[in-house]
């Protein structure tokens, strides 16, 4: 199954921490994407790597891919309340295709 | 644009009875999703449309599962008949091409007694 596997499964931090996530594939992709969900809500794009990426962001997110160990990770600096959620990494099939394989996710609590 | 609207957000219906799941998607959008989600197994595609043509139905669970898309913006997920093991959210996605992300719908949450 290409369906990745994200780390830890559940994280809590103090407002203001910096939180981290890592997902773990298992085989070529064309890009990665990282998801939010809250509660009871669909799936939200945060944002996407491609393959030949090494770092990307987006406000205060950080993404980074290392495709020689097939993992990504996800930084949310300063991080708020309001970012408690779900977060899913998202993985290709390396091929033409356009359908994504979601991870477990990592469940996010911010304390304020 | 209104996003990906699907319908009902909320289903409660009996053992053996017919349900069916609503999406429109976004306009524009040449690829459609449908991806089911519960604890134990998290998000499993279930089926994917590309302009209008289903491409990879390989997730659907059993014959009891079918999905049409009979134009571009509308798509139905069928279940007939339904079992209490069928709960789960149904979520429906769209997307305008591989190198882009998905909108997803809010989901219709699924409750077969």
């Known amino acids: 199954s290409q369906q990745g596997e994200e780390d830890p499964q559940a994280l809590s931090i103090q407002e203001g921490e910096n939180a981290t996530m890592n997902c773990s594939y298992k085989t070529s992709i064309n890009n990665l994407q990282w998801y939010r969900q809250n509660s009871g809500r669909g799936l939200v794009h945060l944002i996407l790597i491609r393959s030949n990426e090494r770092e990307k962001h987006s406000g205060r997110l950080r993404v980074t891919l290392d495709t020689s160990k097939k993992s990504s990770s996800l930084l949310i600096t300063a991080s708020r309340a309001a970012d408690t959620a779900s977060y899913f990494c998202a993985t290709d099939a390396g091929t033409g295709a356009n359908n994504l394989f979601f991870g477990t996710g990592t469940r996010l609590t911010v304390i304020p | 644009d209104a996003g990906v609207i699907q319908s009902p957000r909320h289903e409660v219906t009996e053992m053996g009875q017919e349900v069916t799941l609503r999406c429109k998607p976004i306009?524009?959008?040449?690829?459609l999703f449908w991806y089911r989600q519960t604890m134990m197994r998290g998000l499993e595609l279930l089926i994917y449309?590309?302009?209008?043509?289903?491409?990879?139905d390989s997730g659907m669970p059993e014959d009891r599962f079918s999905a049409k898309m009979p134009n571009a913006s509308f798509s139905t997920l069928k279940i007939q008949p339904s079992e209490p093991r069928d709960s789960a959210v149904y979520f429906c996605?769209?997307?305008?091409?591989?190198?882009?992300?998905?909108?997803f719908g809010s989901g219709t949450r699924l409750t077969v007694v």
């Open positions: 449309f590309n302009n209008n043509v289903p491409i990879d």
């Open positions: 306009s524009g959008h040449n690829s």
């Open positions: 996605a769209s997307s305008p091409d591989r190198a882009r992300g998905y909108t």
